[in-house]
């Protein structure tokens, strides 16, 4: 059973900092492309950055500049680092992977995290 967990939320004052992970557990191969995801109340599931297997990443206009996506693969742990925080930022943040898993052959799977709130005030 794959799980991803997300910590670091929280609540920050606009121009403050906070740093997100997400740590996969359980029985895989590999990793493949990472995202976080965020949705805020009254709105849809929006795209933030992206990082794959060997580092190349991509972002959002909106964060660009002041958020970071990395990971450790000998942790299986992702990160957003984010920083200039903005009252638009707050939202729920939602960590996505692809993983290779199975028993008799590898095959790709989607797994989400629980999410994490992240609540920026002005």
């Known amino acids: 059973q794959v799980q991803l967990v997300e910590s670091g939320g929280g609540l920050v004052q606009a121009g403050g900092s906070l740093r997100l992970s997400c740590a996969a557990s359980?029985?895989?191969?590999?990793?493949?492309?990472m995202a976080w995801y965020r949705q805020a109340p009254g709105k849809q599931r929006e795209l933030v950055a992206t990082?794959?297997?060997?580092?190349?990443?991509n972002y959002v206009d909106s964060v660009k500049g002041r958020f970071t996506i990395s990971r450790d693969n000998a942790k299986n742990t992702m990160y957003l680092q984010m920083t200039s925080l903005e009252p638009e930022d707050t939202a729920v943040y939602y960590c996505?992977?692809?993983?290779?898993?199975?028993?008799?052959?590898?095959?790709?799977?989607?797994?989400w995290g629980q999410g994490t709130q992240v609540t920026v005030s002005s």
């Open positions: 996505n992977a692809n993983l290779m898993v199975g028993t008799l052959a590898w095959t790709a799977r989607n797994y």
């Open positions: 990082i794959t297997s060997d580092g190349s990443t």
């Open positions: 359980g029985t895989f191969f590999s990793i493949n492309v």
